[in-house]
């Protein structure tokens, strides 16, 4: 079993910036983040291949996050810039053997870590 940690969420102002960090017990193919605020159902964000070359937005972040990874250590990082109040939500890594288990969030999970952005 695959054990994931987040951290680095918080509070923002609109138009502000957050990096999120999950660190993964054991190494997969494929890592990402979803997101789900309270009462909305759950989105994907992105993901990111093991060495890093293929890298996957949701469409409501695409040109403001950047994931990124560092395989060896098995962490992959998400960059939230230019912050909107829509944003606010639990941030889950997610990881998985492959691109369309890992956005059907079938594989591995963590515990989440909160983003607030205030407007």
């Known amino acids: 079993q695959v054990q994931l940690v987040e951290s680095g969420g918080g509070l923002v102002q609109a138009g502000g910036s957050l990096r999120l960090s999950c660190v993964a017990s054991?190494?997969?193919?494929?890592m990402g983040w979803f997101r789900q605020a309270p009462g909305k159902e759950r989105e994907f964000v992105a993901a990111?291949?093991?060495?890093?070359?293929?890298?996957y937005y949701g469409d409501d972040v695409k040109g403001r996050f950047t994931i990124s990874t560092d395989s060896d250590k098995n962490t992959v990082y998400l960059q939230m810039n230019s912050l909107k109040p829509e944003d606010t939500a639990i941030y889950f890594c997610?990881?998985?053997?492959?691109?369309?288990?890992?956005?059907?969030?079938?594989?591995?999970w963590g515990q989440g870590t909160q983003v607030t952005v205030s407007s």
């Open positions: 997610a990881a998985g053997p492959n691109l369309a288990t890992m956005k059907a969030g079938t594989g591995y």
């Open positions: 054991w190494s997969t193919y494929v």
């Open positions: 990111i291949n093991y060495g890093g070359q293929l890298t």
